[in-house]
C-alpha cells in the first residue's frame, strides 16, 4: 500500500494480464460477525485484510472471541450470542482501532473506523445480546446516519443513547429490559440496506420461541446486498422467509451454527474497476480477473452487465471473468443504478470516455456512503473537463472536449482513490494525481500495485529523478527519502557496483582490465532485487556486505571498467518502471537516463563531504582521520572524473544542489518542490 501524501500516475496507455482480487469486504464483515454469533469455531478462508476488517476483529476480541490467525486463513471462536462481561485483553492496535473500558461505567468502548458494516450489524447485535458498549468511529462515521436504525431497535425495547449529534453516532447501548417481539418491526429501506441487514443478522439471537418479522418501510434499495446477507445467513443456519422485498421473517427456534469453514469471495465491487480497465485499455491481450465470475452471490457482478452496454467485451466463467476492449469510444448509457450502488461510481469514470452524455439514476445512497459521493464524484469529474450535472439522486457526465491535468481529492474514500485512477488512461495523456491513496486500505490494500502490474505505457512515460554527485555527497540519502515520499522505486546504482564487486572477488576475480569481460558476463546475469531496505543477491542478503569501505573501492575500480559499465546499463535501466523512479549514482542524468525530466547534482566539497564521513565512522567505532579522508575522497573523484566512459559530471539540464550546510530535510524539499514546478496541476 501506498503510505504517501499523493501518487502522480504517469499517462497509460494499454491493459493486460491477470488480477487476482482480495476477499469481498461485504462478504468478509458479515462472514466475521455471524462466526461470532455461533458457538464453536468457524475457519475464514481468503478473508479481506483490510482496515474494515481489521476493526471488526478488534471489536470480536473485545466481546470475547477467540481470533486465531493460521496461516492465510483466520479461526473464529464465537461467544454464541454471549458477549464476555470480563474486560477483554486489549490488542497491541487498541489506539487505532480497538476497545477499551471506561472505568466509570464498566462499558466497553469499540472504536470502528469508517466500517459502516461493522458499526451497524454490530449495534443492532449488542443491543440485542446485552451490555453496556460504547461505539464510536473516525469524524465521517459520526455524519453517516444510523437514526432509523436506532429507532427500529427502541420499538423492540433497545436501550441506545446518542452520544452526539440525534441520528448519528456515536452510540451508548445499554441492557434492554424486555424485548417487545409480537408485532413486525419496521425499517426504513431507502437510506441505507445496511439497517435491514443488521436487524437480519442480530434477530435470530432472540428468535427462541417465536417468528419475528421485520417490515421495510418505502423502497429498498441496495437489493443484492440484502441478498449477500440472507446466503450468508442460510450458509449458518438461519432459513430467512422473504415475502417480496418488504417482509422477512426469521422463525420461532433460529439458532446460528458454524458451517465449520467458509470461504469468502473476491469483491465484486472491487472486480468494477479491472472490468472498466479492460474495456478501456485491453486492446493486444485480454484483462482476466480471477476469484469472482458469473456464479457470483454478489449484486456488483452485474456491473458487468452495464460494462458490456457500454461496449466492452466480457467472457465469464464460474469464477473468472475476461474482458477486452469492444466499442470505442465507449458508448453512452442512461441507467438505473440502484442494483449495484458502489460499482456505479467506475461508470462514472468510464463516461469519461464514452461518445455522448451518460446519466447514472437512483443513486441517492451515495450521499450516506464514506462521502457524499454525488459531490465528490461531480467536483472531480469537472477537475478532468468533464461537464457535469448533479441531480438529487442522479448525475449526468458529458465527456471533456479538453482534458485538464487533475489532482484527485478523494475524501477518505477508498472507491474515489480507485475509480478515478483509471483516468490516467485518458487519451491526451494529461497527468492524474491521487492524493490520499492510502485510503484504499479500507478495502484494497494493494490496489495501485494491482493496477501497475497490468498497466502499460511507453518507456518515456514513466517519470525518473536522477540524483547525481561525488562520492559522501549524501545522495543515496536524498534519493531514497525522494523515492519514499512519491512512493516511487529507488536505485541505488552504486549499490548495483558494489555488487558486481562484491561478486567478482568472491569469484577470485581481480578488478583489471584483465578481467574486464568476464566480470561483465557475471554482471550481466546478476540477480538483484531491492526490498524493505535490504539488498538481495541470487536470494542471499548481502546489505551489509557492499557497504564497507572495501566494497566501495572496488566499487569505484569496476565503475571505471568500460565492459562492465555497459553490461549494468540495461539493469539499471529495467528499474523504471511505474509509478516511478529515483536513482542515484554518478551518471544517472548523463547515461543511464539522459530523457530524465528532473536531474539534480549534488556539489558538496570534498573537505565538507570528508567531514560527515568522519562522523559517520566515528559513530560506528571505526577509526579514521579528516586529511586521510579528504585525500581518498580527491582520489577518487579525481578517477571517477577521469575515466574515458560516462565520467563524474552534471548533466547539461541538471539543478546543482549545493548541499553542504542543508540538513536532509531541507535537501528533500527543495528537490521535491523542483518536482512540483516541473509536473504543476492547475
Known amino acids: 500500500m501506498f503510505n504517501t501524501a499523493f501518487l502522480d500516475l504517469a499517462p497509460l496507455e494499454e491493459a493486460g494480464g491477470t488480477v487476482v482480487l482480495p476477499g469481498s469486504k461485504s462478504i468478509s464483515n458479515r462472514v466475521l460477525l455471524l462466526a461470532a454469533l455461533s458457538g464453536g469455531t468457524t475457519v475464514v478462508h481468503d478473508l479481506l485484510d483490510s482496515d474494515d476488517t481489521r476493526v471488526m476483529l478488534d471489536a470480536l476480541r473485545a466481546l470475547g472471541c477467540s481470533v486465531v490467525h493460521a496461516g492465510s486463513a ?9 458477549a464476555s462481561r470480563t474486560r477483554p485483553t486489549e490488542s497491541p492496535d487498541v489506539g487505532r482501532a480497538g476497545s477499551r473500558s471506561d472505568p466509570a461505567t464498566g462499558a466497553k468502548r469499540l472504536f470502528l473506523g469508517n466500517a459502516g458494516t461493522a458499526m451497524r450489524p454490530l449495534t443492532a447485535a449488542l443491543a440485542l445480546m446485552g451490555g453496556e458498549f460504547e461505539m464510536s468511529g473516525v469524524a465521517r462515521m459520526h455524519e453517516r446516519p444510523i437514526g432509523d436504525l436506532v429507532d427500529a431497535l427502541r420499538r423492540l425495547g433497545c436501550r441506545i443513547d446518542y452520544l452526539g449529534n440525534e441520528g448519528y453516532p456515536p452510540l451508548k447501548i445499554h441492557p434492554a429490559t424486555a424485548l417487545q417481539l409480537d408485532a413486525p418491526i419496521p425499517v426504513r429501506g431507502d437510506v441505507s440496506s445496511q439497517f435491514l441487514t443488521a436487524l437480519l443478522m442480530a434477530l435470530p439471537l432472540v428468535a427462541t420461541t417465536q417468528d419475528v418479522v421485520i417490515e421495510v418501510v418505502g423502497e429498498l434499495i441496495s437489493k443484492p446486498y440484502i441478498e449477500i446477507t440472507l446466503n450468508m445467513l442460510q450458509r449458518f443456519g438461519i432459513a430467512v422467509k422473504r415475502d417480496g422485498w418488504q417482509r422477512f421473517t426469521i422463525p420461532a427456534g433460529s439458532r446460528y451454527q458454524s458451517p465449520g469453514a467458509i470461504h469468502v469471495e473476491a469483491d465484486a465491487s472491487s472486480a468494477s474497476y479491472f472490468v472498466a480497465l479492460g474495456a478501456l485499455a485491453a486492446t493486444a ?7 469472482v465470475g458469473a456464479g457470483s452471490i454478489q449484486g456488483d457482478i452485474r456491473f458487468v452487465d452495464a460494462a458490456r452496454q457500454m461496449g466492452a467485451t466480457v467472457t465469464s466463467g464460474a469464477n473468472w471473468l475476461e474482458v477486452t476492449r469492444g466499442a470505442w469510444p465507449l458508448r453512452a448509457i442512461d441507467l438505473d443504478c440502484n442494483h449495484i450502488p458502489d460499482a456505479a461510481m467506475t461508470l462514472a469514470v468510464m463516461a469519461l470516455f464514452a461518445d455522448g452524455p451518460s446519466t447514472l439514476r437512483n443513486i441517492a445512497s451515495w450521499r450516506v456512503k464514506e462521502t457524499d459521493r454525488l459531490a465528490a464524484m461531480a467536483t472531480e469529474l469537472r477537475k478532468l473537463g468533464a461537464e457535469v450535472e448533479e441531480g438529487a439522486d442522479f448525475l449526468r457526465v ?16 477508498h472507491r474515489m482513490a480507485m475509480c478515478f485512477a483509471l483516468a490516467a488512461f485518458n487519451p491526451a495523456g494529461v497527468r492524474v494525481r491521487i492524493e490520499d491513496p492510502r485510503c484504499v486500505g479500507k478495502t484494497f490494500p494493494d490496489y495501485f500495485e494491482t493496477l501497475f502490474s497490468v498497466s502499460r505505457t511507453s ?3 514513466v517519470p525518473v529523478i536522477c540524483v547525481d554527485g561525488p562520492t559522501a555527497s549524501g545522495k543515496g540519502t536524498l534519493a531514497s527519502e525522494v523515492a519514499r515520499r512519491l512512493g516511487y522505486h529507488y536505485l541505488d546504482s552504486g549499490a548495483l557496483y558494489r555488487i558486481a564487486g562484491l561478486a ?30 535490504r539488498v538481495l543477491l541470487h536470494g542471499q542478503d548481502v546489505t551489509e556486505a557492499i557497504r564497507t569501505e572495501e566494497a566501495g573501492m572496488n566499487a569505484s575500480r569496476v565503475s571505471a571498467l568500460p565492459a562492465v559499465r555497459s553490461a549494468l546499463v540495461a539493469l539499471q535501466q529495467g528499474f523504471r518502471r511505474l509509478p516511478g523512479l529515483v536513482a542515484d549514482g554518478r551518471d544517472m542524468g548523463t547515461v543511464i537516463f539522459p530523457d530524465a525530466p528532473l536531474k539534480v547534482y549534488l556539489t558538496a566539497s570534498a573537505a565538507q563531504r570528508a567531514e560527515r564521513r568522519h562522523k559517520q565512522l566515528i559513530s560506528k567505532g571505526i577509526s579514521a582521520t579528516l586529511p586521510g579522508l579528504r585525500a581518498d575522497l580527491e582520489a577518487r573523484d579525481a578517477r571517477d572524473s577521469n575515466r574515458a566512459v560516462a565520467p563524474l559530471k552534471p548533466a547539461g539540464d541538471a539543478l546543482l544542489l549545493d548541499n553542504s550546510g542543508q540538513t536532509v530535510e531541507e535537501s528533500v524539499a527543495q528537490v521535491l518542490r523542483w518536482w512540483e514546478e516541473k509536473r504543476s496541476f492547475s
Open 74 to 82: 483466520v479461526e473464529i471462536t464465537g461467544i454464541g450470542g454471549v
Open 459 to 461: 518507456t518515456p512515460h
Open 504 to 533: 567478482a572477488t568472491r569469484a577470485g576475480l581481480a578488478l583489471d582490465v584483465a578481467h574486464e569481460h568476464t566480470i561483465a558476463r557475471m554482471a550481466e546475469a546478476l540477480d538483484i532485487v531491492f526490498t524493505e531496505g
Open 285 to 291: 491481450e485480454p484483462l482476466r480477473i480471477e476469484g
Open 398 to 413: 458529458t465527456p471533456p472536449t479538453t482534458w485538464k491535468a487533475a489532482s484527485i481529492h478523494t475524501y477518505d474514500d
